[in-house]
């Protein structure tokens, strides 16, 4: 079974500075996507990006952006120029693309991210 | 296009009682989901459906019936409810590995 772990349960960055979460996994298998989804104080869960194993190039979605290290089984999100509209729980998720586990999302425990004005 | 959407959005049950959530999506998507959130855990799989009339167990199924009789509709029932299954539920529908979550249900089971 795949594990996901986030060690930071709370982070906080001053207004326009970058700020790193960190997530690490466990699985034996070649090819999965990594996912970090973002949850507001509205509970609503929302995709922020998302990288295919395979892929070696790091992905990027405007301010956000990934370090993907697959040896070393790690997952980064940077968020540059940090908003108060960052303010969130941040959740780092697996999921595998082969037979019967394909589709089924692992979650980390969640790190909280406060951005201060 | 209402995405995924959640009936009821906060519900309070006594001990025994039983109780339905519905998730609905309007986006044809095959593959849909529940999950549950606790305080410190992350999201959890309950029970997960591959398309119309299938579904099967996640990793924390107990307590919990699922039902897909049509495409766009997942039911989570809870026969007799438990103080343990006090939690945030929270449905999904995936298409392509991205999965659209809906505004969740908060239950509490007294």
């Known amino acids: 079974a795949q594990t996901v772990t986030q060690s930071q349960p709370e982070m906080s960055v001053q207004e326009a500075e970058t700020v790193t979460l960190s997530c690490t996994y466990d699985?034996?298998?070649?090819?999965?996507?990594l996912f970090w989804y973002k949850q507001p104080p509205s509970r609503q869960m929302i995709l922020v990006i998302r990288?295919?194993?395979?892929?070696?190039q790091n992905a990027t979605e405007n301010r956000f952006s990934v370090n993907f290290q697959k040896a070393a089984k790690s997952f980064s999100l940077k968020i540059s120029d940090s908003q108060l509209g960052d303010t969130a729980m941040y959740f780092c998720?697996?999921?595998?693309?082969?037979?019967?586990?394909?589709?089924?999302?692992?979650f980390g425990q969640g790190t909280i991210l406060t951005v201060h004005p | 296009n209402a995405g995924v959407t959640q009936t009821p959005k906060f519900r309070v049950l006594k001990t025994g009682q039983s109780m339905t959530l519905l998730c609905a999506q309007d986006?044809?998507?095959?593959?849909m989901y529940w999950y549950r959130q606790d305080p410190g855990m992350g999201l959890r799989l309950i029970h997960y459906?591959?398309?119309?009339?299938?579904?099967a167990k996640g990793e924390v199924p107990d307590g919990y019936n699922v039902s897909r009789l049509k495409k766009q509709n997942f039911l989570l029932g809870l026969e007799s409810a438990a103080p343990s299954q006090t939690s945030v539920y929270f449905c999904?529908?995936?298409?392509?590995?991205?999965?659209?979550f809906g505004p969740g249900t908060r239950l509490l089971v007294l």
């Open positions: 998720a697996f999921m595998s693309t082969g037979g019967t586990s394909y589709g089924k999302l692992t």
């Open positions: 986006m044809n998507h095959e593959y």
């Open positions: 699985t034996s298998e070649s090819n999965y996507y």
């Open positions: 459906s591959v398309g119309e009339g299938t579904t």
């Open positions: 999904a529908s995936m298409v392509r590995v991205t999965q659209y």
């Open positions: 990288q295919e194993a395979y892929k070696q």
